[in-house]
């Protein structure tokens, strides 16, 4: 069956970085996007990037820019996110979310279980 | 920027009853609005995609519809496993921003 598994529970100091990865299965993974979206404690949802499976491909949301990088290794099917020079506001959870590259239409269908990064000293 | 606006941002309402939640864009984005439904601690679900198509296995008490810059989302009889945080988000161009979300209580 389709499912997309995340990388455990993190815990990072201000200034470090972090590599969050999400791991595909159940479907051919190149011809879906993998979009990051994540929430904060007690908030909303927020979008950061995404990332196509096939071409390696990236599009990033602006505040995100200059910090986040997607990447995805297609022979493991598994898609990554990494964040630098973390701070406190970062502290949220991160979700992995698929979107189909051959069906525009479709929105997020699939949801990884999300992962909790803490930032802290 | 691109901003998503949803009202109300919560409200609360008998089992039963009809419910409607608005989502407004700041720009036309034509038909490429998603919602999605979380409950308390778990991971957001999608509902409807393109304004109005029903993802499958959603219950048919839920609909969307709209094009443009104004949609809605409706729930025709409320039950109490419809408790939940309802987020709207353009599914086209970046940003795919989401909207502030509406949190539905039971009354």
């Known amino acids: 069956q389709v499912e997309v598994v995340q990388s455990g529970a993190e815990v990072k100091q201000p200034g470090a970085s972090v590599k969050v990865s999400c791991k595909a299965s159940?479907?051919?993974?190149?011809?879906?996007?993998f979009h990051w979206v994540r929430q904060a404690p007690g908030q909303g949802l927020e979008w950061m990037a995404w990332?196509?499976?096939?071409?390696?491909?990236?599009k990033y949301a602006q505040k995100f820019q200059d910090r986040v990088t997607l990447t995805r290794d297609t022979s493991i099917t598994t898609a990554f996110m990494e964040m630098r020079r973390l701070n406190t506001d970062d502290t949220a959870t991160y979700f992995c979310?698929?979107?189909?590259?051959?069906?525009?239409?479709?929105?997020?269908?699939?949801w990884g279980q999300g992962t909790t990064v803490t930032v802290s000293s | 920027d691109m901003q998503m606006t949803q009202s109300p941002s919560s409200l609360s309402a008998s089992v039963g009853d009809r419910v409607t939640i608005t989502c407004r864009a700041s720009q036309d984005i034509r038909h490429y609005l998603a919602w999605y439904q979380q409950k308390p601690g778990k991971v957001p679900k999608l509902l409807i995609y393109?304004?109005?198509n029903l993802q499958p296995g959603v219950p048919s008490r839920f609909s969307g519809s709209g094009f443009g810059t104004d949609f809605t989302l409706t729930i025709s009889s409320l039950q109490p496993e419809d408790v939940a945080t309802y987020y709207c988000q353009k599914h086209e161009n970046v940003p795919w921003a989401f909207g502030q979300g509406t949190k539905v209580e039971i009354k």
């Open positions: 393109a304004a109005s």
């Open positions: 979310a698929r979107d189909d590259d051959y069906n525009r239409d479709n929105a997020l269908d699939i």
């Open positions: 159940g479907y051919t993974f190149s011809d879906y996007y």
């Open positions: 990332i196509n499976c096939n071409t390696g491909a990236t």
